[in-house]
Each structure stands twice: as C-alpha cells, then as structure tokens.
C-alpha cells in the first residue's frame, strides 16, 4: 500500500474535479473520500492506473453527494452530464492548489490545516495528531477553511510569498505525530518548485534542506537541545547539505535576493565550516545586513547581534544587541550568551535564568537553565577557591 | 498556533466585579450562566479553536514521597491555600490577542441579577515544541 503515491497524486485529483465543473470544496471532500477508500481497497486489489482510479472513485463520490444534495434540496445542480470543458492546459491545477490553500483571507492555522490536507493529502486525524488537537476541532477548521475560500476563483494566480509563508510555517514548528512534518514542508515544497519557477521557492527549498540535514546533530538523549556551536558535524547529512547548496546557488545566480535565499546562505555558510571555530562569520554579518534590509525582522537583527559578536567580539555584539527591543523573545538568551563572552559569568548566569523563565519551548528552558547552572556552579567554585 | 490555558479559579484571583457567590443566585441564573459556558465551548469547537475544557471538585489532598518502602504521605485540604483552580478550557488559536479576547468573553458569563461576572480569568501560554530555524 503506497500512501506516499496517494498523497501526491491528491492535488492533481482534486484538480481535475474541480475542472470538471465541481466546486472545490465538495472536490477536496470527495478525494478525501476516495483517499480513504483506497486504503481500504488497494492492499487488495492494487489498481493498474491509480490516478485514474482516484479520478473515477472521487467523481462518482462527488456525484453521490451532489445527488444526495439536490435530493433534500430539490433543487437543480449542474453537474450531472458529461464533463465541461476546462480552462485549458495554460491553468496549473495544483499550483492554483497551493494558492488557494494558503489564501490571504485565511488564518495562519487554517491554511496550515487546508495545505496539509489538501495539497498534502494527509487525513483530519493525522493533521489533528500533529497539531495535538481533538480531530472534530480539526476538522471544524479544515471545513471553515474551505467556507473561507469558497468565492475564490480557482483560474486567478495567486501570491507566491503566502504560500511560502505557510509551508515555512509547516516546516519550523516541529510538532509531532505519525507524520513527519519537515519531510512533509519539504516534500510540499519541492513539488512547489516543479511547478512554478521562481527564486524564493528554490530559497525555501534550500533553507529547508540545509536545517534538516542538521536534524540528527540537534538534539541529544530525551530530546535535549545540542546549539549549532556544539553539534557533532560528523553527523549532518553531506547530501542534504549538497542539494540544498546547489539549490541556493541556482537560486542566487537569478539575481533576485529574497529573505528565504539570504537565511539559506546563512545556513549554508554554518554547513561549510567543518568545526564552529572555522565558521565564516564576517560573510555571515554582511547576510544578515541583507536580510535585516529586505525584511526589517527584529529576529533578523537579533540574530545579526550574535553574528557580530563573533565577528568582532563580544562587545561589538553587545553594542549591537543595545539597539533592539529587550521585549524581543530569545533577547535574554542572546545577552547572556554575549556577556558570557565578555566575561562576565555572573550577568550571564542572571540573564541565563531570565530567559529561562521566558522560554517558550520545553528543551529551550532546559538548555537554557543547564547554561546558568553551569555557570553559577563555576561562580561558587571561584569563590570558594578565593575564600580558601 | 499557539495553546493557551484558561483558568478560572475557585480562590486566588482578584475578586470580580459582580462578586455574589453562586449558591445565591437564582436557580434560573445558574442555569443561564452554565448554557453561557457550554454554548461558549461550542462555539470554539466550530471556529477549530477549542481543545479541551475540565471542572475541578474544590476538594482536594496533597500527597508527598515519603522515603522508599514507605506510602506516600498525605494531608489537607490546607485551609490556607492561597489558589485554588476551578477549572480550565484549552484553546488553540493564531494569536496571543485571540487568547486574551476569548478570556475576555469567558469572563463575561452571567451571574447574579443576569449581570457578567467580570470574573478573573488567567490565560497562560503552553510551552510548545521548538522552532526548527532558530539562527
């Protein structure tokens, strides 16, 4: 039973309903439908032309529903004879897919939950499992997500950057379930480059590849956080980081910087160096400078302070760190790290115990608490070496 | 997407505005505060926000190890506790501001005389799982 095959040929069923005349909604139900059939079905009977198989099972769902539907309302639908002819070959269905899913009139959760399902081809349940929600409130979502979308028209192209926006979302939160959701952002990601050509997807691509080749390197025993500086680069993934560097000059050579491209070149600039201390980090300030320009995120120039400070030293971040937001979430952790730097372990072991207490992970707080624990352990061992 | 927590507590919070204990309401204002509370829960499961809500029984014991080979030690209720919680809604919602509005909502509930409670409701964010992209 290849459910990987299912998934990725969804959106191209849903595609192909909707061309026939069905609204999308009732579409993307009845493919759900048809998904669900056929893992039923296939184990046993495998089918010759799968696709065409969906295309047919979700037709004939659709039909139910539509029937069932101008039954109880006794009113006339449409749809019922031969296909209508469809807007041509010039529309791309599954890329009006990803538009459509990541619509601005959605929430950000709604166009989460809507590209999972629909463009990802995952069930209810298993969007539900990843998000740790109760399955009816997800599926309450999904359902109000395509109310929402309901009015839209599937010929018009829609904003790259919103579709970029939620795959990059899918890809950061690193919620858990049967289904793991940076392949999935990945995947998604990569089927978005095969259809549209443009810098920023290829960008995304690469900033995806480059960050999960570290993910083996990340964390330690009971998910404890290891920090770039101290990760085992023996075990990053060499052909991850190969692909996504190709991807990215690609990328780069079109001359169209864009914030995705300029946060892969940082990445990529972490994946060259083979031990932290070779890491290139005066290249890696001048990126950041270009992303603080074309996104102007306190993030960005939060994580820019850092970059200078191992640049041009603790000081020199700490100056540059004195410019931002003190509001700012990881602000604390980045000024304990600076003044550890600057030699000053007991600001740091404060500032450490602050963003501590400010964390907005789990493994974050640990990580963050063992720093001043270290470093308040090293304080009383000086002192009592003093006191002797 | 965030979780947040929504507590209503039994003691602990400020006092509300309309500040009449339940068992001296109405039975008709009891009633209608309880339909405010579940047709509050029912909104949110239609709007994919709502996650989970509980009650809790106002009495309750405190339990400690008490050395291996030996039972746990209880004792309480304390009188003295300061916080007792009555109960929690859990909510998942795209903002911080979609939280504290729904709190908001949450503490309009009606009490005696029919008039919102302006109950203190506390809203506390969950800690999620960490960001992948974090340099």
């Known amino acids: ?388 | 997407m965030a979780k947040y927590l929504l507590l209503k507590h039994y003691r602990g919070a400020p006092a509300p505005v309309n500040d009449v204990p339940m068992d001296k309401w109405s039975p008709e204002e009891v009633t209608a505060h309880i339909q405010y509370m579940q047709d509050f829960a029912a909104r949110l499961e239609t709007t994919g926000e709502y996650v989970d809500g509980q009650a809790l029984s106002p009495e309750g014991t405190f339990v400690r190890y008490d050395g291996e080979g030996r039972p746990p030690v209880t004792d309480g209720p304390f009188a003295e506790t300061k916080d007792l919680i009555a109960g929690w809604m859990i909510i998942d919602v795209d903002t911080y501001e979609r939280a504290v509005d729904l709190a908001g909502e949450l503490s309009a509930a009606p009490g005696a005389d029919g008039k919102p409670i302006h109950e203190w409701i506390e809203v506390r964010p969950f800690l999620a799982y960490p960001d992948t992209i974090t340099e």
Request: aromatic content about 6%; charged content about 25%.
């Open chain 1, 1 to 388: 039973m290849d459910e990987a095959l299912l998934r990725i040929l969804t959106p191209a069923v849903i595609g192909v309903l909707v061309r026939r005349g069905a609204d999308f909604a009732a579409a993307e139900d009845a493919v759900q439908e048809a998904l669900l059939e056929a893992v039923r079905a296939w184990p046993h009977e495998p089918p010759r032309d799968p696709k065409g198989w969906l295309v047919t099972v979700a037709w004939r769902k659709f039909l139910d529903a539509t029937r069932a539907d101008t039954a109880r309302r006794l009113r006339e639908v449409r749809v019922d004879a031969e296909p209508p002819p469809g807007p041509g070959e010039a529309v791309d269905d599954t890329l009006q897919l990803y538009f459509l899913c990541a619509h601005p009139s959605l929430s950000p959760s709604s166009a989460v939950a809507l590209t999972l399902r629909a463009v990802g081809g995952l069930t209810t349940r298993q969007i539900a499992q990843a998000y740790l929600v109760p399955e009816a409130t997800m599926a309450q979502r999904i359902s109000r997500a395509k109310r929402t979308v309901a009015d839209v028209r599937f010929t018009r192209p829609g904003d790259v950057a919103t579709v970029l926006r939620v795959l990059y979302l899918v890809f950061n939160e690193g919620y858990s379930g049967d289904v793991d959701l940076a392949e999935e952002a990945i995947r998604l990601t990569r089927e978005l480059a095969a259809h549209i050509d443009h810098e920023e997807v290829a960008g995304l691509l690469a900033l995806m590849l480059l960050h999960h080749a570290r993910r083996a390197a990340r964390t330690g025993p009971g998910g404890r956080l290891i920090p770039l500086a101290e990760q085992d680069r023996s075990r990053w993934d060499t052909r991850l980081i190969a692909e996504g560097v190709e991807v990215l000059q690609a990328a780069l050579a079109r001359d169209r910087l864009g914030e995705f491209q300029a946060q892969a070149a940082i990445a990529a600039l972490h994946a060259d160096a083979r031990t932290a201390g070779e890491t290139d980090w005066v290249q890696i300030v001048e990126w950041y400078d270009e992303l603080v320009r074309l996104t102007a995120s306190p993030v960005a120039r939060l994580n820019r302070a850092v970059a200078v400070g191992e640049a041009d030293g603790a000081r020199a971040g700490l100056a540059a760190l004195a410019e931002l937001d003190p509001a700012l979430p990881r602000y604390a952790a980045v000024a304990a790290y600076l003044h550890e730097r600057d030699d000053d372990p007991a600001g740091a072991a404060r500032l450490y115990a602050e963003a501590a207490r400010a964390a907005h992970s789990i493994p974050e707080r640990d990580h963050l608490t063992r720093q001043a624990a270290r470093l308040n352990a090293t304080i009383t061992d000086a002192a009592a070496h003093a006191a002797e």
